[in-house]
Each structure stands twice: as C-alpha cells, then as structure tokens.
C-alpha cells in the first residue's frame, strides 16, 4: 500500500548518468533529480548510487548534500538511506540535536515492528557508534524515559492471545488511570509496550467494558506531557497505524504552521508501506487530500518533491 513502487525496466547506469549530469552541470537539474529519486524504490535507489560511485567516483549523498539546499536537500537525501538508517539518522538527530525531539521519537518508536526496531538499532550503532537505548537513557527523563526503553527493546509478544489474561489487564490499566502512582505508570507502560497487538485489542475492549470510557479519553484525562502523548501513539498504532499518522501529518501541517521535519520523515518512511492507506484515512478524516495541503503549504522544488511522494490520485486534487 505504498505510493513508490519498483520501477519497470530499471536501468541503474543510466540512472546514475542522469543523475551525474544533473549535479556536475553549470545550474543543478532539480527536475531530473525529483523525476529519477521518487520514481524509484529504496533498493533502486541504493544501486543507482553504487553505480554513481562506480562511474564518478563520488557518493551520490554527498553530491546532493552539496548541490542543495534546505528542505528539498532534506527530502532528497533522506531517500537515499535504507529504512533502518533513515530511522536511525532520524532518532539520532531527535536526541543529539540542540533540544531533543520528542514526538520524533514517538513516531518512529511507537510504530515501529520487533524485526524494524532490532535493524535499527544495528543501523544505529553502525553509524553513530554508540547504543541507541543508551543515548534514549542520558537525553530523557521520567516515565516517558521508561517507557521509550521499553519500546526500544523490540521485545513485544507477536500474534500471541490470551482472552482470560485480557480482563486483567484491562483492570491493572484502569487502576493505573485511578491511582497514578510510579508504581501503576509502571504497570500501564509495561502492558502497552509487550502485550500482542491481538492480546491489547482484547485489553481495550475490556476495558471499555469495565470503564465505560476509551482507553485514548481515559490516558488523556490522568496524564499530561510526553508520557501522555508515547502512550496514546502506543494505543493509535495499535488500533490502527494510517490513522495515527494520518493525523500526525495533519497536526503537522496545520497546528505548527507547516512542520517540515514531521512531513519528510512521515512521507519518506511510510512512502513504501501504507501511505496509500494514510493518504486514504487523511481525505476521510479531514475533507481534504493530503496532496491539497501540501500544494496549499509548501512551494518550489521541495513542493514538487513532496507531492511526487505522496503521488496522489485525480480526485484528491
């Protein structure tokens, strides 16, 4: 459910000499760039830059690093690095940059897989040379440090269901929402962060069941901060993982005046999983195409760039 597919009659050569031609001339041919970098798949995209560097002796990230500019030099590199070292240059940034990005950090630790999170603490270490739950531990703080921990592990339990065990669960979640104690936050995180996303849909309706209330209304009521906010991305990517950054995406647009980093970084990552999906959860919810908001907020080339991602179809327009 992805909007960049595998190119037909690839022809990685030919690729890297268009690129290089594009970069090398006199004014660099940011069309040709979009035309070529959006239009192929991440693993294309890796083999027209080994055979960049086989004709050029040169990295092609360190050429368009060079040739460009701002958000659309953003856009552009960022689709050169593999998923996992996409998310890890990501987390190392949220965490190492002049303050730490905190909702960076939920986006991409909230929603990610076991198998996704292990590739990119490797990537991580690869390239930073240092552990990734170490730097979560010295630029975090408090629960939310806690629960980030957690999440960085990759340990939750996989296609496992227990319908006995789900009510109890739901019952641990509500008093954690009635008492607040370190000790319940701790019970509450350790729920969400291991049970099954088959096991949590049963604890949620369970939990409706024994509250009367949603589990999103009743975090929302008891807690505040960061901690609030990585809990309910938790429960939203369980429930339904288009919607959650469908309404990322959203907020980003709308509520911060356009935030850049969260457009890339959603529509890079998510390019060649479910954007289609997104794109989709984004016109039902708010009326409006995603492919709309981005041409009503950005401009130039990096408009040009985005709206190649995000694709788009006529009635979106």
């Not at 049963?202 to 589990?215: P, R, T, W």
């Not at 999906?277 to 760039?305: C, M, V």
Request: hydrophobic share 40%; aromatic share 10%; glycine share 6%.
């Amino acid at each position: 459910q992805g909007t960049i597919l595998p190119a037909p009659n690839f022809n990685p050569v030919m690729d890297a000499q268009l690129l290089g031609g594009a970069l090398q001339g006199t004014s660099c041919e940011k069309d040709v760039l979009i035309e070529i970098l959006t239009q192929r798949c991440n693993s294309q995209r890796l083999m027209i830059a080994e055979a960049y560097r086989d004709m050029y002796g040169r990295d092609l990230i360190t050429d368009l690093k060079e040739n460009l500019s701002h958000h659309f030099k953003e856009v552009m590199v960022g689709l050169m690095y593999p998923p996992a070292s996409y998310d890890a240059h990501e987390l190392w940034h949220a965490l190492k940059g002049i303050d730490t990005e905190e909702k960076c950090l939920i986006d991409i630790l909230a929603s990610r897989s076991n198998m996704e999170i292990f590739q990119m603490k490797e990537a991580y270490l690869m390239q930073y040379n240092t552990d990734l739950q170490q730097d979560i531990d010295s630029e975090t703080s408090g629960h939310f440090r806690d629960t980030l921990m957690n999440l960085a592990q990759g340990t939750r339990m996989e296609g496992y269901a227990d319908p006995s065990t789900a009510a109890q669960d739901a019952m641990i979640l509500w008093e954690a929402c009635q008492q607040k104690t370190g000790e319940h936050k701790n019970m509450l995180q350790m729920i969400l962060c291991n049970r099954s996303h088959q096991q949590l849909w049963m604890v949620f309706q369970e939990f409706q069941n024994i509250s009367g209330q949603d589990i999103v209304d009743a975090i929302n009521e008891c807690y505040d901060g960061y901690f609030q906010e990585l809990l309910v991305a938790i429960v939203l990517c369980i429930r339904d993982k288009p919607s959650y950054f469908a309404y990322r995406l959203h907020n980003a647009i709308h509520d911060f005046g356009f935030h850049n980093k969260t457009v890339i970084r959603i529509l890079i990552a998510r390019s060649e999983i479910d954007l289609m999906n997104i794109r989709q959860r984004y016109k039902e919810r708010y009326g409006k195409s995603l492919f709309h908001d981005i041409k009503h907020f950005a401009s130039g080339h990096y408009e040009s760039a985005l709206l190649a991602i995000c694709a788009g179809d006529t009635e979106d327009y």
